[in-house]
């Protein structure tokens, strides 16, 4: 048998995929978490060392656990957490821990460079992106500025910057391939959507030289091949690279235009496939490219809502009042009656707030709590605010384009939460979709590996796409979810927007 190697570098951990060469069924997976990183109040770091250790174990367990040898492995697709800012020497070596997307620390800076006349507008129409420290350039820039290693490497000509896929391509083709695709270069606030290019204007804004940056590649094709790796054999072809968030759009076979996904990871991403259409939101969300093939883009609309599944971590990890995630579930149905939650709100924005608002500076907030109020009503309250956020995503979407995204397609792994699925469906009033495989994420960076080593085309892959369920809308929650957005709006509008 012959396989693909997905390799899912994500915020909280990397997850190694095997899939079947032939069928493209999912044939195992091992997950590996690493720490987080909070030097300061709003500042998040990943030790590069600790991903690339993630990355050798779940490679080394996902083959040991399924009886698979290093040579059976056709080709490797590599999909990532996207804006994470990566500096690290020609020889492999990291200059500082990366800078996490959820990273607020160049607020300050962004603020600045949004009160230049016209800056903000230039950049919006250079890039699809509004100036925030969510996105990469500003992270480079105090990197540059602030971290005494990555200066010596830049005065001594020996400084890479980029983003995790750079990293991990660098470390498997032995530190020769410095290299990104267009999906994840549009992530960072330096490139031009139109050429798909670095933009020279925008490095000085930044103060990078474009030499320190990798080469803008096809997300399909060969980037490299694998080599002095103690893990695989070399020369394995890397033929996928995909931003996270495309490749779960991928994975969902939206390969044209006018398919739509929503992820439910970290955080929550709501992607729609615009094909060659360069269309500039009104309504908060962001242009980007979905992916790059033969040269030519394919683009995208994304809302982005930073902390979905991170809220019900931090129940479980700072409040403690669950053990593991997927107990949120049971906990929050103990609510019996739900008037004893019409005026508890969770607002989730623990990483400030992301489309359609970008307030770099919000706080996350629980409200309306009372002597009554316990860990099932917290538990509910933590899913009702996940579920709130992306409705604000999916009204800013039907906004922009006049569609009624009436059906919603779904992945990630809170999807697997039944009652967060039935709360997004009565309150955006959508029927949601969940897909045989939820882990599309990886499933995407694979296809896109099958596509650049010639193994399959597009339309032999849209076919492999089966839904497992849906979720309609609850007559019983229609009036109790309109008080909800109600209420959730006037707050939002009153303490949150800029």
């Given at each position: 048998m012959k396989f693909i190697l997905s390799i899912d570098q994500g915020t909280t951990g990397t997850t190694a995929c095997l899939i079947d060469a032939d069928s493209f069924s999912f044939v195992g997976k091992v997950n590996k978490e690493y720490p987080q990183i909070y030097p300061n109040p709003s500042w998040v770091e990943h030790n590069l060392n600790d991903i690339w250790f993630s990355v050798e174990f779940t490679v080394r367990e996902v083959l040991k656990s399924n009886n698979v040898n290093g040579s059976q492995i056709v080709a490797i697709g590599i999909t990532n957490q996207r804006e994470t800012t990566c500096a690290f020497n020609r020889v492999g070596e990291p200059l500082a821990n990366a800078i996490v997307w959820q990273d607020r620390r160049t607020s300050d800076f962004c603020h600045e460079l949004r009160s230049q006349n016209k800056l903000s507008e230039k950049i919006k129409t250079i890039t699809g992106l509004p100036i925030e420290p969510y996105f990469s350039a500003s992270k480079m820039n105090w990197l540059l500025k602030n971290n005494a290693e990555v200066r010596k490497a830049a005065e001594n000509n020996d400084l890479l910057l980029?983003?995790?896929?750079?990293?991990?391509?660098?470390?498997?083709?032995?530190?020769?391939?410095?290299?990104?695709?267009?999906?994840?270069?549009?992530?960072?606030?330096?490139?031009?959507l139109k050429t798909t290019s670095w933009d020279n204007e925008l490095l000085k804004v930044f103060d990078i030289k474009k030499e320190y940056l990798p080469s803008i590649e096809d997300s399909f094709h060969q980037f490299g091949v694998t080599k002095n790796l103690t893990f695989l054999p070399d020369g394995i072809p890397i033929t996928g690279i995909l931003g996270d968030q495309q490749s779960a759009l991928f994975g969902q076979a939206g390969f044209y235009q006018g398919e739509m996904k929503c992820t439910y990871g970290t955080g929550a991403f709501l992607l729609l496939n615009t094909g060659d259409e360069l269309i500039y939101s009104k309504s908060g969300l962001l242009t980007t490219v979905e992916y790059r093939h033969n040269g030519k883009a394919c683009y995208a609309l994304e809302g982005s809502s930073y902390i979905a599944g991170a809220a019900v971590q931090w129940l479980r990890d700072n409040l403690k009042i669950i053990s593991k995630s997927s107990e949120v579930e049971s906990l929050a149905l103990e609510v019996k009656n739900l008037s004893e939650l019409k005026n508890i709100l969770f607002f989730p924005f623990f990483s400030g707030i992301g489309s359609p608002y970008w307030n770099a500076e919000a706080?996350?907030?629980?409200?309306?709590?009372?002597?009554?109020?316990?860990?099932?009503?917290?538990?509910?309250?933590?899913?009702?605010?996940?579920?709130?956020?992306?409705?604000?995503?999916?009204?800013?979407?039907?906004?922009?384009?006049?569609?009624?995204?009436?059906?919603?397609?779904?992945?990630?792994?809170?999807?697997?939460n039944n009652l967060l699925m039935k709360l997004q469906a009565s309150i955006s009033e959508t029927k949601i979709i969940k897909p045989q495989v939820i882990e599309t994420t990886a499933f995407g960076a694979a296809l896109a590996a099958a596509i650049g080593a010639g193994i399959a085309e597009f339309d032999q892959l849209k076919n492999i796409w089966k839904k497992d369920c849906e979720f309609n809308l609850d007559d019983k929650l229609v009036n109790y979810a309109k008080d909800k957005k109600a209420l959730w709006n006037k707050i939002l509008n009153t303490f949150y927007s800029n």
């Open positions: 980029g983003t995790i896929d750079t990293f991990l391509l660098y470390k498997l083709t032995n530190n020769t391939n410095h290299k990104t695709d267009a999906s994840n270069a549009s992530r960072t606030m330096l490139m031009d706080k996350a907030s629980i409200i309306g709590l009372t002597r009554d109020t316990n860990r099932a009503h917290i538990a509910y309250a933590c899913l009702e605010g996940i579920a709130l956020s992306i409705n604000d995503l999916i009204m800013a979407m039907r906004a922009d384009t006049g569609l009624a995204i009436n059906t919603l397609k779904v992945d990630g792994g809170a999807v697997e």
